[in-house]
């Protein structure tokens, strides 16, 4: 059992296209730590034995009414989450929470640097990459054509954005939310692994 003080939680947030889920992975299994994505309400039940009151409220949430699909269907609506889309985030912030108190993991996306920003040992990561290079990066990841991948692009960048201006009162990529920021455009999955590995001895 790890002591609480040693616990490190890394949280990362990124555009799409710059290859976050690859780094995240990566750097779980370099550090022997658990990863956590849009998944990770499943993947809190099955390692950590979590309350089934929260997953069984999230469920219940995101089969009556999940914003984030609407949202996914249609990009160029204006953002304006209902109720019942506010209460889903937050308890996904409180597992997110919970996640963090219980063990070292590595946390992808769900505006997780915002929830932890007061948690201790918490390093906050944001990956970017030139338009092009992401792009690219998702025509050959998918097979689609030049233009529907840029409309892929274009249309998660916003989302991820909308959602977390609107429930983090911050702005999405802003330099001064972030412990480190790297380019991915130039630079291979193992290397930017290496970079954050290097900080976290830094700061660890």
């Known amino acids: 059992m790890e002591e609480k003080d040693n616990k490190f939680v890394v949280t990362i947030s990124r555009k799409y296209g710059s ?33 089934m009151d929260i997953i069984n409220e999230y469920y219940a949430s995101v089969t009556k009414n999940s914003y984030l699909n609407k949202m996914s269907l249609d990009f160029e609506k204006p953002f304006g989450p209902d109720k019942e889309s506010i209460e889903l985030y937050m308890k996904k912030f409180d597992i997110i929470r919970e996640l963090a108190n219980k063990e070292s993991c590595i946390i992808i996306g769900g ?12 390093i906050k990561v944001f990956l970017s990459a030139p338009f092009e290079i992401r792009v690219e990066r998702v025509m050959n990841r998918y097979a ?37 920021i790297i380019n991915t455009g130039d630079i ?16 660890m």
């Not at 976050?20 to 956590?36: C, F, K, Q």
């Not at 689609?144 to 916003?158: G, W, Y």
């Open 19 to 51: 290859n976050g889920r690859a780094i995240g992975r990566h750097l779980a299994e370099r550090l022997h730590l658990n990863y956590y994505d849009r998944d990770l309400i499943t993947e809190a039940v099955k390692r950590n034995g979590m309350s």
């Open 144 to 180: 689609l054509t030049k233009e529907k991948a840029r409309e892929l692009v274009i249309k998660k960048d916003k989302n991820r954005s909308d959602s977390y201006n609107y429930f983090t009162h911050q702005r999405w990529g802003d330099e001064e939310n972030y412990n480190i």
């Open 111 to 122: 505006c997780s640097d915002y929830i932890l920003r007061n948690t201790p040992n918490t």
């Open 188 to 203: 291979s999955i193992d290397d930017s692994v290496e970079m954050i590995i290097d900080y976290i001895n830094l700061r």
